[in-house]
């Protein structure tokens, strides 16, 4: 049994510590990956190597907070299989986070093969250290699963997320309030998975056994806010960005000295500045009705086709035409 009386507070603070750095590395090697031009192959398996070892110490300060005692031979074994697995799930969260861009299909297999390893690494860790002592409860292994689900797939929609942005201090801020949000969640994962495979036992928790999993479910709904919040931010910035640029451009279009029309793929008039409401002679109201054909000059109708055939096919061209008023 799991006793949550003799929890060694210090080693537990320095399993979130380490969470939080663990996901802080993890956003800084995706960001700088994707923003690299070169083979990132050496750098992604020193990355993966540092930040899978990060994620077991988390793991391991877990082991030491919940002060079990553990067989050396057990410990040993733990030690490789555990190590690695955090290695290898690391490089994979790098891999998936520096496409930028998941189709549907790969966006959930990478979600659910991120949780598998998590569970995969984390029971297995259970097993080993605790296969004296196992008391599977499957509705809280249920649960313990649900839960990891919800944290895999916000971490990785925000690590997309992030991994589009520029650097700058807008996007670091929103880096370090990632990081916290992912660590504190991921941290209590070893926990469930211990108190759903081994039982828990505490003199105040006896009949609120679920309060750990409360406390997780708290930090994963966090950890789910964090993307919304930062694609609303987004959105925010694109939109003023996106006005400025259209008011620079409407500002181009109407005081421009030249006569100026934007026509669609039918040839008809969609914006005219005054200029060209004083070189055709018409108002904006009644150009806005028209195609440009009736101020071509007859001779140069059929040229004047050929180029906008060859405008609408994506080819840029400049010539000279006679208008008519």
């Not at 891999?95 to 949780?115: E, N, P, R, S």
């Not at 990891?148 to 925000?158: A, D, E, H, Q, V």
């Given at each position: 049994?799991?006793?949550?009386?003799?929890?060694?507070?210090?080693?537990?603070?320095?399993?979130?510590?380490?969470?939080?750095?663990?996901?802080?590395?993890?956003?800084?090697?995706?960001?700088?990956?994707?923003?690299?031009?070169?083979?990132?192959?050496?750098h992604l398996l020193r990355d993966a190597s540092i930040i899978g070892i990060t994620f077991f110490l988390t793991n391991l300060f877990v082991v030491l907070a919940l002060n079990a005692k553990?067989?050396?031979?057990?410990?040993?074994?733990?030690?490789?299989?555990?190590?690695?697995?955090?290695?290898?799930?690391?490089f994979l969260a790098i891999?998936?986070?520096?496409?930028?861009?998941?189709?549907?299909?790969?966006?959930?297999?990478?979600?659910?093969?991120?949780?598998s390893i998590i569970l995969l690494a984390d029971y297995s860790a259970v097993f080993i250290l605790f296969h004296h002592d196992l008391h599977l409860n499957l509705p809280?292994?249920?649960?313990?699963?649900?839960?990891?689900?919800?944290?895999?797939?916000?971490?990785?929609?925000?690590?997309?997320q992030l991994s589009k942005e520029?650097?700058?201090?807008?996007?670091?801020r929103w880096e370090l309030i990632g990081s916290l949000a992912a660590g504190l969640a991921l941290s209590g994962i070893p926990y469930l998975t211990a108190i759903s495979a081994v039982g828990i036992q505490s003199g105040y928790f006896n009949e609120l056994f679920l309060f750990p999993y409360a406390?997780?479910?708290?930090?994963?709904?966090?950890?789910?806010?964090?993307?919304d919040l930062f694609g609303?931010?987004?959105?925010?910035v694109n939109e003023t960005r996106l006005e400025k640029s259209e008011q620079h451009f409407s500002s181009l279009f109407d005081s421009n000295p030249d006569s100026v029309f934007s026509i669609n793929l039918e040839g008809r008039f969609i914006s005219v500045n005054k200029m060209a409401e004083k070189l055709t002679g018409y108002t904006e109201a009644e150009l806005l009705q028209m195609t440009f054909i009736p101020l071509i000059f007859e001779k140069d109708i059929s040229k004047t086709l050929d180029y906008f055939l060859q405008?609408?096919?994506?080819?840029?061209?400049?010539f000279e035409v006679t208008m008519q008023r």
């Open positions: 049994m799991v006793s949550l009386d003799n929890l060694q507070y210090f080693y537990a603070l320095l399993g979130i510590i380490f969470s939080i750095i663990n996901c802080s590395l993890l956003l800084r090697s995706v960001r700088k990956s994707s923003n690299s031009k070169g083979n990132t192959s050496d553990v067989d050396a031979v057990d410990f040993f074994f733990y030690f490789l299989y555990f190590l690695f697995s955090c290695i290898g799930g690391s891999k998936m986070g520096i496409k930028k861009q998941l189709g549907t299909g790969l966006y959930l297999l990478a979600g659910f093969m991120i949780t809280l292994v249920l649960m313990t699963g649900l839960i990891t689900l919800g944290i895999s797939f916000s971490s990785l929609r925000f690590l997309l520029p650097e700058n201090s807008s996007s670091r406390v997780e479910i708290l930090a994963m709904t966090t950890l789910a806010i964090v993307p609303e931010y987004r959105n925010t405008a609408k096919e994506g080819i840029p061209s400049e």
